[in-house]
């Protein structure tokens, strides 16, 4: 069965850090992008960084560049989202989902994990 399993969410106060991970099981990564997802309550599912599958490309959405680093190490198969100084409009549930090329746009991706929340509150 294929899968993505995120971690690494969770309550942090405002400027704080995480470190998201994306792992892949029934499938090896070395082959495919990973984008990182999210969806806050009420709002659409949005794109937030992608990594190509050799990790030669990475992409971020405006509102988190310069905060965000993408990186990948295919012999954990995994990928990894470093947010540091997060905000309160950060908050969301986050996903990571494979695909054939690094791209921000939440559809036609093959596999999805199940999210991992993250909120940032003082």
């Known amino acids: 069965q294929l899968q993505l399993v995120e971690s690494g969410g969770g309550l942090v106060q405002p400027g704080g850090s995480l470190r998201l991970s994306c792992v892949a099981s029934?499938?090896?990564?070395?082959?495919?992008?990973i984008g990182w997802f999210r969806q806050a309550p009420g709002k659409e599912r949005e794109g937030v960084s992608c990594?190509?599958?050799?990790?030669?490309?990475?992409n971020y959405a405006d509102s988190v560049k310069g905060r965000f680093t993408i990186s990948r190490d295919n012999t954990k198969n995994t990928v990894y989202l470093q947010m540091n100084s997060l905000k309160p409009e950060d908050t969301a549930v986050y996903y990571c989902?494979?695909?054939?090329?690094?791209?921000?746009?939440?559809?036609?991706?093959?596999?999805w994990g199940q999210g991992t929340q993250v909120t940032v509150s003082s």
């Open positions: 989902a494979s695909d054939i090329a690094c791209s921000l746009v939440p559809r036609g991706k093959r596999v």
């Open positions: 029934g499938f090896t990564l070395d082959y495919y992008a």
């Open positions: 990594i190509s599958s050799s990790g030669s490309t990475t």
